[in-house]
């Protein structure tokens, strides 16, 4: 037979009806008739198999059974709230998780590692770095689930805060070996007909497959592993366009950089943010930006938008 446990109702019944020591006043502060309150507390004495209530004409009053009971009750209720203050004094603990998308071509390896070694010591923040593309990053910060990220800049329907980084020029990965290294720089238009050029971002593939395909170029996407990456282009006639910061930091004896001319492609970089960034996502956002010089500008915007009250808004759901 399953243990019997009193329900929501037959628990405020009973302790209205000790509070009261009166059936009917009991019942009118219930809202609930006289005779369905007695029916509930017969069917409640039924269960625990004992009576709880002594009926006289002046009221109720508890039998030791019945006073049994209500202090079991008191004790839960202490109980739920101390409960409760532990579990919001442990929530306040735990450290705000801030998640952030960095795809290596915006910032590099090295910075990465001195943005984790600068808050590793903080335990009231968690960095998150978080794997994704262009439009799934701007998608997650407008959906609340990001706080920001290093990428191109996003379309302006989507209503995203931005600041520009840096006015970034292109350029192309090859093999030393290749013919164009002779080059001191490589035209879109007339050096890449007939090469393939490799892709780490579906986003970047679809946004460029028209220009590619017009000029008679053909692409591969490939997972955005940059030893992989540079063996593929060190052993093959295949290149990889990309901004030029970013490419300066992945020539080696077997890969070389030009500068790419006439492409009718923009790669500047962005950092796009939320508009309800609380403080703790700043102090990352600021740390990332001192190697833009851009820290001036976030603290700007939040100047001219600060929320009701003086204080960043707080992030809702803690995504």
Known sequence: MAQFRMDVDQRRYFCTLCSTGNITQAAQTLFISRQGLSKSMKALESHVGAQLFE????????????RVLLRYIREDDRLWDACMADIREASEAEPVSIRIGLLSMYVGYEQKRELFA?????????????DGDHDAFWQAIAAGEMDFAFTISPPDDMGLPTIKLANDTLAVLLS??????????????????????????????????????????????????????LARVS?????????????????????????????????????VFRADLNDAARAVALKLLEASGKQ?????????????????AARSGQA
């Open 55 to 66: 009926r006289g004409k002046n009221g109720v009053t508890l039998t030791e059974a019945g």
């Open 118 to 130: 600068s808050f590793q010591d903080d335990a009231d923040i968690r960095i998150e770095v978080v």
């Open 176 to 229: 030393v070996n290749d013919p164009l290294a002779k080059k001191a720089c490589i035209d879109f238009k007339a050096d890449l007909r007939g090469k393939t050029v490799i892709q780490t971002s579906p986003y970047k593939g679809r946004l460029y497959e028209t220009a590619f395909k017009n000029h008679g170029i053909e692409t591969e996407l490939l997972l955005h592993d940059r030893n992989l990456m």
């Open 235 to 271: 052993t093959s006639e295949d290149c990889f366009i990309i901004q030029t910061q970013y490419a300066k930091d992945l020539v080696t004896d077997q890969v070389c950089m030009r500068p790419l001319v006439n492409a009718p492609i923009e790669m500047d970089s962005t950092f």
């Open 296 to 312: 001036d500008e976030l603290d700007a915007y939040f100047a001219e938008h600060k929320p009701m009250g003086g204080k960043s």
